[in-house]
C-alpha cells in the first residue's frame, strides 16, 4: 500500500482562484480542485487524454460543444460524475459557495476492462489479526 499525503501532492493555485492538488502517476493522474464561486475555467480539449469528474460538494456548470458544434451546458452536483471524452469543454462556477471535486485523467487505450473491475478482488480467507 502506498499513501500519498495532501502536503505530498503539486499544489498550485491558478490566476482565476482555482486551487489544485495534483497527484501524479506514471498512468494516471488524479487532481483535487476547489473552484470559487464566480470562477470560469479556460476552454479546452483534449486530444488523448479521458478525463472524468467527481463532484464532492458544490454546484457547477459544465459547458461544451456538442458533435454540431452546438454549445450546451447543464448543473452537476455531489455524486454526479462527468465524463469529458473529446469535447471542447470548460466549468463554470455560478453559485455562491466553493465547488470541490476529484478530476481522474487518464490515456485509455480501447479495451473493456469491466469485468476485471467486478471481479479482481481476492477475500480474505482467514480471520484478521486483532
Not at 459547458?63 to 454549445?71: A, I, P
Request: glycine fraction near 4%; hydrophobic fraction near 35%; charged fraction near 25%.
Amino acid at each position: 500500500m502506498r499513501i500519498i499525503r495532501k502536503s505530498d501532492s503539486i499544489f498550485a493555485e491558478k490566476p482565476d482562484g482555482t486551487q489544485v492538488n495534483y497527484y501524479m502517476m506514471p498512468e494516471y493522474e488524479i487532481h483535487l480542485n476547489s473552484v470559487p464561486p464566480g470562477c470560469t475555467q479556460v476552454w479546452h480539449s483534449h486530444e488523448k487524454v479521458e478525463e472524468a469528474l467527481m463532484i464532492l460538494e458544490g454546484k457547477l456548470t459544465a459547458l461544451w460543444m456538442d458533435e454540431s458544434g452546438t454549445q450546451r451546458e447543464d448543473e452537476v452536483s455531489a455524486g454526479d460524475l462527468v465524463m469529458v471524452q473529446d469535447t471542447e469543454h470548460t466549468f463554470q462556477n455560478r453559485s455562491a459557495q466553493v465547488c470541490k471535486f476529484i478530476v481522474v485523467k487518464l490515456v485509455l487505450h480501447g479495451v473493456n476492462n469491466q469485468s476485471i473491475f467486478k471481479t479482481d478482488k481476492k477475500l480474505r480467507q482467514t480471520p484478521a489479526i486483532k
